[in-house]
């Protein structure tokens, strides 16, 4: 079946810097890719919808600016988190559609100290 | 608008025991709706799906859920659970039968099977 690859699968950053995480769908082409957000023992909360060759579409509340998506090719969505805080620190999962079913990646979680 | 509701947070059962996770959802358009479980620090995997067709839907590993228009429910059972189905599971309600969309999840049921 369909695969999606996310990358890394965890990642531990100071306060300040910035963090890039890779979404890859492996053997189909993904024009449009979800970013989601899960906090622990929560569900998950949509961020934004990555859209190949044109600007992401964020959900309400979500930053734009500080949450910066990048959908450069048919397989590959990028969400950069910048200027991390330890409030960033969160389960991301992205997902892709092939046919009629969702495909998740691993998720990475992301510790901000 | 679209929304789910789970409305068991955790369900502990005992090893064989029949398993009931209850779903309903709230939309003003045809629902598409699935079921997904994740482990422990992994993404969502697809347990099943109603699109169309007959209500009653399975899984390859025992799950099944039936899509009932009049309650708006998709309650998902397994009449004998095994140790490892232990995970989160997730109700989710998409407004297609195909393409990529936005899905609305449901808050989650934690199930935990004890021997």
């Known amino acids: 079946g369909a695969v999606v690859s996310q990358h890394p699968s965890w990642v531990i950053c100071k306060s300040g810097t910035s963090v890039k995480i890779e979404c890859r769908s492996l053997d189909f082409q993904a024009t449009t890719m979800f970013w989601y957000r899960q906090f622990p023992k929560q569900s998950l909360m949509l961020m934004a919808t990555s859209n190949e060759g044109s600007k992401a579409t964020y959900e309400q509340g979500v930053e734009k600016d500080k949450f910066l998506i990048n959908h450069a090719s048919l397989t590959l969505s990028t969400l950069t988190v910048t200027s991390a805080h330890p409030e960033d620190s969160s389960f991301y999962i992205c997902s892709a559609w092939g046919g009629t079913e969702a495909f998740f990646g691993q998720g990475t979680r992301l510790t901000v100290v | 608008a679209q929304s789910v509701t789970q409305l068991d947070s955790q369900v502990p059962v005992f090893e064989e025991a029949p398993v009931e996770l209850r779903c309903n959802y709230s939309?003003?358009?045809?629902?598409?709706l699935f079921w997904y479980v994740q482990y422990p620090n992994q993404g969502l995997q697809l347990l099943l799906k109603y699109l169309s067709g007959s209500t009653l839907v399975e899984s390859i590993n025992g799950f099944e859920a039936e899509f009932n228009k009049s309650q708006t429910s998709f309650h998902l059972r397994k009449p004998s659970v095994h140790i490892s189905d232990t995970a989160e599971y997730f109700c989710a309600v998409g407004r297609s039968s195909q393409g990529a969309q936005k899905l609305v999840f449901g808050q989650g049921t934690r199930l935990t099977i004890n021997p």
């Open positions: 939309s003003s358009v045809s629902v598409y």
